[in-house]
């Protein structure tokens, strides 16, 4: 290297090692010296080097990885496009008859032919036309035949197990009804999502609506729109009104909740939300005038007609089958219930159920020779109005063995077996019991409550909670006062003033709680005092789970009439009837023991304890009689079978209206301890098989410590859960009396005060929810 080179790189590092100069410094402000004592630092500090997270993830290789994926998506879509074909429809070729079969495989009966009959288009009114897509798809014309956002979404919940999820066009449902089927698949929906591509390319929108309403199923067995207009309004397609058309768009997204004829209270309510839903789209897709609109009025279906080959309970036991699997495939596949039904009727399934023919037909002969043969409508009308529902149910196993769903499927479509339309009256004292049982509870004075608890059984007695009156005293039978009695005996004679005031001992929130744990359908009830008396809704299919609970030692029991079922090739595991202890075994044992007092020295000496038929067998159970006789109970068991018969006064001609049932048969009141109760005996006694005992934990109750017939009542009588039959002021589900100004005995302490609620403001009973996923045993009308 030379001088001058030399000389010109020592420039350069000097000028390297300066410092940086501010604006405000004079340039001769610092000198070479410093200069260099700068550099030294800059050369001392360690070289801070990229991580190998930051050399790995920079945003040239993310933003290049996300523009692979998306080309990736992309051409897979393109090859699936152009290798998935528009197939074959297959909507009546996969119809086939279902099977159905007692518990030892002889034949119940088949069922399946299509009810479907498809029109043009053209033969349905424009406006009805509308009530669907206002329903389904209001962008229907417009769109390409997809949701991207709602089939996205249905993909992701396929794969986390979420289930089904509303969001799929008229064009997809159509595509899944027609050409594919219901299963929950990521291949199913990714065809589902090419398939409604190409048809909507390749069809017109008039044809594929066409194809929608003439393929999805309305339920009552009935596929397409004429088929649906005949079961529902009987008129032709071409016939309906727009109030018709919409109500038939509602039925869609769950037909049987929404079925008219067959819905709870509060599927009825939810029927007619989506009914008002589809009409105030239309409004606001300019299709229906507003002033037209708010004139429309609900219009009630017909009665429906029952398919051939269900006639007698046939009916019954095949509807609560569809039911209860249609329910395990919401469970087990994810489907919506519109779907399940569809993927159930007529689907060719091989369906077993747990009904014991034998059984069946002494139940159904019991009724016969107990009730119906004893009425005589023409002589007093009054008797047209009785209704018997009863369930059996193996409290082992928890299968239904018997069902009794009432006259005729043919002549009353709604079954008096699963409906829980009536009060359970006093056959919901038990699970108060229970409750004080399982949650130790006490009195208002400090004293457990136990079998052998001493209350007052003061008639209208007003019940108190911590020194105050809660604005309710019950009356008893016939304003009948017991004073001092035992658990017991309050249980044995059927006592309101007990156990209105047991209740609050408890605490309602407890009360209500065991219900549910038991098996009752508590959603919308209320924990108030009222619930005391059995003032809400419950079937028998409901109550016979209940007290088999109580005979299977506190494990939960949740009846099922389906033993198995198939369908080419594959089987369907019904979930387990038998679940986990939900009350101690203690708690049920007592209760089962306490009960035994009912038959022996209570309301159902005569019709139970005294049947010839008898024959030394163990019983426990309970009777019960609603406000107004309008229904009337006995749920009892031995310890190998729980059966419950209801009673309801039901009057067709208005509507199912409920009325008394003073006189029917006649006897001047229906009570739990006499039809109901000689049922059960009839049918109990004559399948009982050998004599059995219970195997009890428990060191009370009658059965370990046999009661005393009070001296108080000359004669057995069982209390009405609600209202007496002489002058005493009624106790309805909500009462209206005001509370008594007397002051009456108790254990609390004497102190009275201003009640904390007037009986006047009692809540209802049970109020509409709009949960639409319900457990097994809600199955209104089914």
């Not at 009439?561 to 979930?575: C, D, L, P």
């Amino acid at each position: 290297m030379g001088r001058a080179e030399e000389r010109r790189a020592r420039q350069r590092e000097g000028r390297r090692a300066a410092p940086r100069r501010s604006s405000g410094t004079p340039a001769t402000g610092i000198g070479p010296a410093d200069g260099g004592r700068a550099a030294a630092r800059r050369a001392a500090r360690p070289v801070r080097e990229k991580g190998g997270i930051r050399r790995l993830f920079t945003w040239r290789k993310i933003l290049g990885t996300f523009f692979g994926v998306c080309l990736l998506g992309i051409g897979s879509f393109i090859v699936l496009y152009v290798v998935v074909d528009i197939p074959k429809g297959n909507a009546d070729a996969t119809r086939q008859s279902n099977v159905y079969k007692y518990s030892d495989g002889t034949i119940l009966a088949r069922t399946g032919e299509v009810n479907r009959e498809m029109v043009d288009l053209d033969k349905v009114p424009k406006a009805v036309q509308r009530c669907f897509v206002a329903a389904e798809n209001k962008t229907f014309y417009t769109d390409h035949g997809v949701d991207l956002k709602g089939t996205a979404r249905g993909l992701l919940n396929t794969l986390s197990g979420k289930g089904a999820q509303g969001g799929s066009t008229i064009t997809q449902q159509y595509v899944k009804n027609f050409y594919l089927n219901q299963d929950q698949t990521v291949t199913r929906k990714v065809k589902e999502l090419v398939i409604s591509l190409k048809v909507d390319q390749k069809m017109s929108k008039d044809d594929i609506l066409a194809g929608y309403i003439n393929t999805s199923y309305y339920g009552r067995g009935a596929y397409g729109i004429q088929a649906a207009a005949q079961a529902y309004y009987r008129v032709d397609a071409k016939d309906l009104t727009v109030q018709q058309g919409a109500y038939l768009a509602a039925l869609m997204q769950a037909p049987s909740q929404y079925d008219w004829a067959v819905a709870s209270d509060t599927g009825k309510k939810l029927a007619q939300q989506r009914w008002n839903y589809v009409l105030d789209n239309m409004v606001k897709q300019n299709w229906l005038d507003a002033s037209e609109r708010q004139a429309m009025k609900f219009p009630e279906p017909k009665e429906p007609r029952p398919a051939p080959g269900q006639e007698g309970q046939k009916g019954y036991l095949i509807a609560l089958a569809n039911r209860q699997l249609a329910q395990q495939l919401v469970k087990e596949q994810g489907l919506t219930q519109g779907q399940a039904e569809q993927a159930v009727d007529g689907q060719g399934w091989n369906i077993t159920l747990d009904i014991d023919k034998k059984k069946q037909a002494a139940l159904e002969e019991a009724v016969k020779t107990q009730l119906t043969s004893k009425l005589n409508p023409k002589e007093r009308p009054v008797d047209k109005h009785v209704q018997a529902g009863a369930v059996s149910v193996d409290a082992k196993t928890g299968h239904i063995v018997a069902l009794y769903g009432g006259e005729d499927y043919f002549k009353h479509y709604f079954s008096n077996a699963t409906r829980n339309d009536y009060q359970p009256a006093s056959t919901f004292k038990p699970v108060i019991l229970a409750a004080a049982l399982e949650h130790d509870a006490k009195t208002q004075d400090g004293r457990p409550i136990a079998a052998n608890t001493i209350y007052d059984g003061t008639s209208e007695r007003q019940v108190v909670d911590r020194g105050r009156r809660v604005g309710f005293g019950p009356p008893n039978e016939d304003d009948r006062s017991y004073g001092d009695i035992t658990v017991q005996t309050a249980m044995n004679k059927s006592v309101n003033s007990v156990f209105a005031q047991m209740g609050i001992d408890v605490g309602m929130e407890q009360v209500m709680g065991v219900a549910g744990e038991l098996g009752m359908n508590t959603k919308g009830m209320q924990a108030v005092p009222a619930q005391t008396l059995g003032s809400m809704g419950a079937s028998p299919l409901e109550m016979a789970g209940i007290y088999a609970t109580f005979a299977n030692h506190g494990e939960k029991v949740t009846p099922t009439i389906v033993k198995s079922a198939e369908q080419r090739g594959r089987t369907v595991k019904m979930s387990d009837p038998i679940g986990d202890q939900v009350i101690s075994r203690q708690a049920a044992d007592t209760v089962t023991s306490v009960l035994t007092g009912v038959v022996d020295d209570g309301t159902a000496q005569k019709s139970v304890r005294d049947n010839p038929r008898r024959n030394g067998q163990q019983v426990a159970g309970k009777t019960g009689t609603s406000d107004e006789n309008k229904s009337a109970w006995f749920v009892g068991y031995t310890p190998k079978l729980v059966t419950a018969v209801g009673l309801f006064g039901e009057d067709l001609k208005q509507n199912g209206k409920h009325v008394p049932m003073y006189e029917a048969g006649g006897v001047p009141r229906v009570n739990g301890g006499g039809f109901p109760a000689q049922i059960w005996a009839e049918y109990t006694f004559g399948v009982m098989g050998e004599v059995s005992k219970f195997d009890l934990d428990t060191k009370q109750g009658a059965a370990v410590q046999p009661s005393k017939t009070p001296s108080v009542s000359e004669t057995p009588s069982e209390s009405p859960s609600e209202s007496p039959t002489t002058s005493a002021p009624p106790v309805s589900e909500t009462p209206t009396e005001s509370p008594s100004e007397q002051t009456t005995p108790s254990q609390s302490p004497s102190e009275q005060a201003t009640p904390s609620q007037s009986a006047s403001e009692t809540p209802p009973a049970r109020e509409p929810t709009d949960d639409t996923t319900d457990s097994l045993l809600n199955l209104n009308g089914q």
